[in-house]
């Protein structure tokens, strides 16, 4: 079973940086993607940014310039750099893994969440 453990969010001044991290762990899977998703009250759950196992990556208009996902292949980990964070940056952050569980096909794993708050 795949596990993804999120660390990094909290409270910070308009023009502020956080930076978050996220990691899988188990066994007998194989990454296609690794991204965050964020929430704010009263919205739908959004795309911020994703990484492909090929390194590829796409940003939500609203953090281009602002916002850069990275990962480390050896850890199975992900990072999210916030810069110059905004008010309406404000939500719970999700770590999405998108991958293959050998045997059984691919799935969606979700992290718990982590609280993202951008005070003007």
């Known amino acids: 079973q795949v596990q993804l453990v999120e660390s990094g969010g909290g409270l910070v001044q308009a023009g502020g940086s956080l930076r978050l991290s996220c990691g899988a762990s188990?066994?007998?899977?194989?990454?296609?993607?690794m991204g965050w998703y964020r929430q704010a009250p009263g919205k739908q759950r959004e795309l911020v940014a994703v990484?492909?196992?090929?390194?590829?990556?796409n940003y939500a208009d609203s953090v281009k310039g602002r916002f850069t996902i990275s990962r480390d292949n050896a850890k199975n980990t992900v990072y999210l750099q916030m810069n110059s964070l905004k008010p309406e940056d404000t939500a719970v952050y999700y770590c999405?893994?998108?991958?293959?569980?050998?045997?059984?096909?691919?799935?969606?794993?979700w992290g718990q969440g982590t609280q993202v708050t951008v005070s003007s």
């Open positions: 990484v492909t196992s090929g390194g590829s990556t």
């Open positions: 999405n893994l998108d991958h293959y569980t050998y045997g059984r096909g691919r799935y969606t794993t």
């Open positions: 188990g066994s007998g899977f194989s990454i296609i993607k």
